[in-house]
């Protein structure tokens, strides 16, 4: 203020003195113009840049649940699951009438909801085909390797993602990429392309991009690879005694394959593995997730259902869905929705205690989140891109990238 008052009064001189104040200013005057020292405050705690989603959030973001026999998104299992905030759901057959039909059901959870959510379902063409009533039948894995290029596996699976677009599915759980050349009607038998890694990488990977170039996000399945077991997961394990380095010259050669080309979703069995976990499915080993992101995979590991009796015999829903995401597991499968709340109570439980580290469940929903086209730093704080499958240009042009959901 004397500074301001002297400049007021003296004029044009006195500024030329005070912009020179290392140069002989009066020391008088440099005290009185610097303000008189106060006492020391405490700094202020730093403003969070972001608040991640409440754990209750992102614990129901991992969850990927069927709707048993609903039709019709006001149907109360549809309301309650949606309320949940769970990250996605599963059709199968029980959920079509028609086309009409099931456009309005997932347009209707999609508004329930508010939010982006993935609508998921598993069209592998053959006798896994839960959407046919709506895209036709197909042939058999097995036979459209034996009987069709490449090219048109591709445009096949391109018609069927289509058909599947249009009634709001974004999500397919195929192709299997599994090695078999067993009976047809083997547990994995028809559903593979090929015992040949190569052939089944490369037909896997035609039908994969088809389905990308409709605009739907392709599940490569089931790792580590189910063709060496002729026990049905539906209904119990069974232990595979194959080395890493017999895994590693086959059965993971496919997955590397579609790893390499950008697969943005891989799906886990339910067998156990001498060479990983022997007593855990690999839906539920940390070894068998760790084993599939040092194969370089970025995406989002879903599991196969955990109501499916390999694994539901052992361990309830709410107890799977726990070791599942604490192994590594980003999405949970469930085909029965009724069992979502539970399982998202477990997981906040887990937690709570400390079983379950906060940043492995915030991850995993940041996946999910990611892949239902939402977006993942308002969910957990977290940046992060999914892979996109690199799609050969079948008219000879530079490749070009699936964009995600």
């Known amino acids: ?7 007021l009064t003296v004029g044009a001189g006195t500024v030329a003195a005070d912009t020179d104040d290392e140069a002989g200013e009066p020391a008088t005057l440099r005290a009185a113009a610097e303000p008189r020292p106060t006492a020391a405050r405490p700094s202020p705690t730093p403003t969070p840049t972001c608040t991640p989603a409440p754990v209750e959030q992102q614990a129901a973001a991992v969850l990927v649940v069927g709707l048993p026999g609903v039709t019709r998104p006001d149907d109360p299992l549809a309301t309650e ?6 990250g996605g759901f599963f059709l199968s057959e029980s959920n079509v009438v028609s086309t009409r039909q099931v456009t309005a059901l997932t347009q209707g959870l999609r508004a329930q909801a508010g939010r982006p959510v993935v609508v998921a379902t598993d069209e592998e063409s053959g006798r896994v085909a839960l959407m ?20 048109e596996v591709r445009a096949r699976a391109a018609e069927t993602g289509t058909v599947l677009a249009q009634v709001g ?13 067993g009976p047809a009607g083997g547990v994995i038998g028809d559903r593979s392309f090929s015992a040949d890694p190569t052939t089944a990488a490369e037909y896997g990977l035609a ?3 088809g389905l990308a170039d409709a605009g739907v996000t392709p599940t490569v399945k089931h790792f580590p690879g189910h063709g060496r077991s002729t026990v049905d997961s539906h209904t119990a394990s069974s232990l595979v005694e194959a080395t890493l380095d017999d895994l590693t010259a086959s059965d993971l050669v496919p997955f590397q394959r579609a790893i390499d080309a950008g697969a943005p979703v891989v799906m886990m069995n339910h067998l156990e593995y001498a060479v990983l976990d022997p007593d855990l499915p690999a839906s539920l080993s940390p070894r068998a997730y760790a084993l599939l992101r040092d194969l370089g995979f ?4 879903i599991t196969d259902s955990v109501g499916m009796g390999a694994v539901n015999t052992r361990w309830d829903f709410p107890e799977a869905a726990v070791m599942a995401v604490a192994a590594g597991a980003d999405a949970v499968l469930a085909t029965d929705g009724a069992q979502a709340v539970r399982m998202r109570d477990a997981l906040v439980d887990a937690v709570a205690s400390g079983r379950l580290p906060e940043e492995r469940l915030a991850e995993a929903a940041a996946r999910v989140t990611a892949l239902a086209g939402g977006d993942p730093r308002a969910m957990s704080c977290r940046d992060l891109a999914l892979p996109s499958l690199v799609r050969p240009d079948p008219t000879g042009s530079p490749t070009s990238a699936v964009p995600q959901p």
């Open 1 to 7: 203020m004397l500074v301001v008052a002297a400049l």
């Open 207 to 209: 039908y994969a991009t």
């Open 298 to 301: 970025r995406g989002v590991a």
């Open 169 to 181: 599915i974004d999500v397919d759980l195929a192709p299997v990429l599994d090695l078999d050349d």
């Open 132 to 151: 046919r009533e709506l895209v036709g039948a197909g042939p058999s894995p097995r036979r459209m390797a034996a009987r069709e290029t490449q090219a």
């Open 81 to 86: 699951v949606t309320g949940l905030g769970v």
